[in-house]
């Protein structure tokens, strides 16, 4: 029967992980998978977690299904996090949320949603984008299209180009967008970039659907949230996918949020109840623990005093690591870009382009045992003081210094 079965090819991220786990060589270093590893090199369970999950399992009393779209707790807690708690959206009864599993599982229900409610619609990615943004759209039935976003020449944003691409958008198309700490660039847009984008979609009549991974691995958690605010200020409607895998560092535990924001609280609960049925007929309900970590930090004032301290611990290691990279360049020599190296450090969150070609990705993995995407991409975050000098000299020794 499986005969006529070939070999899929390997995750361009995942996949290279599973390479790098097959290397025997001493040193290697993994900048591919987007972990966050300490000081280390390790990810670390954060105590706020580790506290929350004690408290939990001394009051835990069921293990019963949970309901379609998770538990209400956590929904409001994922919602005032997202977008404030005296968002207008909330006291309007505007938004519908779910808990998916992980932000990936909130991106395909968002998908099947698209596919059986927007049927006929295209939705638009940025060029470049997360490698499973293609995948999981495509695998939902969607016709994906991408729109320019990085400038190579500089390493930022190509504003005029994402925004010309907006134009040619036909109304009711979905446009997706990161919210922070873009994947796999880095280049966020600025309060006011972030406001023409959102001019232009509702200018244009398209849907925007935002990525929400990283929220506080940029600048703060009100901070990285500015853009998407800033879009439903002037869009009554909008889809947003939210992870806590990165920001709570629950990335086995899977735990995403799906929000609907619709112009009204009747609409919004037609779109929740056409979300409900995708979930049903994919995988019913979600897991419980990782959702319940999350709601009870959210919920108690200490637990969740320890975890913004500790979130802003983890931004600020990914930050220097981001100034000590750029310095160690710059001491060799070396200049990914025409304009030098300091957009690493003007980029945010745990990636950075880095400008590295292809040649150079591969020679870092033959030669020197260094694991990084294809397109040049680096985990800054996975960059640690000892092995910092060892990337540095690898990275002179493939680019010819």
Known sequence: MFEHVTAAPPDPILGLSEAFGRDSRPGKINLAVGVFKDAQGKTPVLESVRAAETRLLAEETTKSYMPIGGAPAYGQAARELLLGADHPALAADRVVTFQTPGGTGGLRVAGDYLKQNHSGKTLW?????????????????LTVKTYPYLDPATNGLNLDAMLGAAQGMREGDIWLLHGCCHNPTGVDPTEQQWGQIAAAAQAYGVLPLIDFAYQGFGAGLTQDAAGLRAVLEVNPEALVCASFSKNFGLYRERVGAFHAIAKDADT??????????????????????????????????????????????????????????????????????????????????????SGLTKAHVQALKDDHAIYIVGSGRINVAGITPDNLPVLCDAISAVTGG
């Not at 913004?308 to 310095?327: H, K, P, S, V, Y």
Request: proline share 5%.
């Open 268 to 353: 919004a609960a037609s779109v929740g109840s056409q979300i409900k049925t995708c979930i049903r007929r994919n995988y019913s309900n979600p897991p419980a623990h990782g959702g319940a970590v999350v709601t009870t930090i959210l919920n108690d004032p200490a637990l969740r005093t320890a975890w913004e301290n500790e979130l802003t611990a983890m931004r600020d290691r990914i930050n220097g690591m981001r100034t000590d990279l750029q310095a160690g360049l710059d001491q060799r020599g070396v200049s990914l870009a025409p304009e030098g190296n300091g957009f690493i450090t003007r980029q945010n969150g745990m990636f950075t382009m």
């Open 125 to 141: 990615v940025s060029d470049p984008t997360w490698a499973n943004h293609h995948g999981i759209f495509s695998a939902a039935g």
